[in-house]
């Protein structure tokens, strides 16, 4: 992809994601006015919350956070030679395919059948509010097939996560 789009998407990702850290605030926010000021306690704000963190955590998970800013457990990797370091980023990518492929037939069936229901306040069907885990599981598998082809012709994962790091 040419680097003005990416940088585009890119952009457009974390807009999503700060847009739905605004709708979070502001409900968070009138939800306190409302039962406090005006004594006027409503679910609403509560349903809208939990659905954009839903949403905001899937969306930052699949398109605004990159592979070196995710939390992980590397004491073995960061001990490992880089041909090790290689071997385990080429068995972990493609169990990550494998696994999130093996379930993304479930997980859609499991989208698809929620359009039956219906959340309480804001009125919107489920498959809805769900459906960015479909989102967040194609874009684990395509990450993970685009590091395992990067890895299966030898670049080593360590020394681009360090090159992509920001000095301190």
Do not use: C
């Not at 379930?103 to 489920?126: C, G, H, I, Q």
Request: charged share 15%.
């Amino acid at each position: 992809m040419p680097r003005t789009l990416t940088t585009s998407l890119q952009r457009f990702a974390e807009a999503v994601a700060a847009g739905l850290l605004a709708i979070i605030f502001v409900a968070f926010i009138l939800q306190i006015v409302l039962r406090y000021v005006f004594n006027w306690p409503v679910g609403w704000t509560a349903e809208l919350s939990v659905v954009a963190w839903l949403w905001l955590v899937l969306w930052g998970a699949a398109f605004v956070l990159r592979d070196h800013e995710e939390i992980r457990i590397d004491f073995v990797s960061v001990h490992a030679g880089r041909r090790a370091r290689i071997a385990m980023g080429i068995v972990g990518s493609a169990s990550m395919v494998v696994l999130f492929g093996m379930s993304l037939p479930a997980a859609y069936d499991y989208v698809s059948f929620m359009k039956v229901e219906k959340s309480s306040y804001l009125n919107t069907r489920f498959d809805v509010l769900f459906s960015v885990y479909i989102l967040f599981s194609v874009a684990v598998i395509a990450r993970h097939l685009w590091n395992l082809g990067q890895l299966l012709r030898g670049k080593d994962p360590a020394s681009t996560e360090t090159e992509a790091s920001p000095s301190p």
